[in-house]
T-cell receptor
Framework: DAMVIQNPRYQVTQFGKPVTLSCSQTLNHNVMYWYQQKSSQAPKLLFHYYDKDFNNEADTPDNFQSRRPNTSFCFLDIRSPGLGDTAMYLC??????????FGSGTRLTVV | QKEVEQDPGPLSVPEGAIVSLNCTYSNSAFQYFMWYRQYSRKGPELLMYTYSSGNKEDGRFTAQVDKSSKYISLFIRDSQPSDSATYLCAMSGEGSARQLTFGSGTQLTVLP
């Protein structure tokens, strides 16, 4: 089945230790998104790639970076995680902003 | 004021009940309205998708959009314990404004 796969499912990292989350898709969608979802809150868009074009939300901290080496893969790098970055990180894809498909998420805990 | 407001619940109902979930919004540019279901520790999955005003039915689920009131609803008939999840409304505009804006979700528990 075509899908969006996120790895790892769970990640524990130390305060200030860089961490990378990965997302891959078999849908051949041209848009890939990263959302942050804290407990009992709405998913918050961090940034997205529309084809190769990177789009950063205005309020996304500089601590968060992303890479998309090819159509299928996208990475979220958190350079110096803080305790407030503990959250579920969701990757999603779409075809030109139509028909979003979400991955199962990576639950990140910063200790 | 948030762009999309959703009652967080939690909402508990007995099996077989009719469930009504609602969202209000402030941005009149929204044209596409969606409901996502999110099970614990999983990503959201698309449940219903509606364009502009009107009703859409799919099995036990009915989505309603009233753009004049900026109000959307999801009805679940004959609710089942497997419907227990968080339900997120989401909406978007046209063209470059097609990024999703989510509500904060309503946590639903259907008791057997």
């Amino acid at each position: 089945d075509a899908m969006v796969i996120q790895n790892p499912r769970y990640q524990v990292t130390q305060f200030g230790k860089p961490v990378t989350l990965s997302c891959s898709q078999t849908l051949n969608h041209n848009v890939m998104y990263w959302y942050q979802q804290k407990s009992s809150q709405a998913p918050k868009l961090l940034f997205h790639y529309y084809d190769k074009d990177f789009n950063n939300e205005a309020d996304t901290p500089d601590n968060f970076q992303s890479r998309r080496p090819n159509t299928s893969f996208c990475f979220l790098d958190i350079r110096s995680p803080g305790l407030g970055d503990t959250a579920m990180y969701l990757c999603a894809t779409s075809f030109s902003n139509y028909g979003y498909t979400f991955g199962s998420g990576t639950r990140l805990t910063v200790v | 004021q948030k762009e999309v407001e959703q009652d967080p619940g939690p909402l508990s109902v007995p099996e077989g009940a009719i469930v009504s979930l609602n969202c209000t919004y402030s941005n009149s540019a929204f044209q596409y309205f969606m409901w996502y279901r999110q099970y614990s520790r999983k990503g959201p999955e698309l449940l219903m998708y509606t364009y502009s005003s009107g009703n859409k039915e799919d099995g036990r689920f009915t989505a309603q959009v009233d753009k004049s009131s900026k109000y959307i609803s999801l009805f679940i008939r004959d609710s089942q314990p497997s419907d227990s999840a968080t339900y997120l409304c989401a909406m978007s505009g046209e063209g470059s404004a097609r990024q999703l804006t989510f509500g904060s979700g309503t946590q639903l528990t259907v008791l057997p």
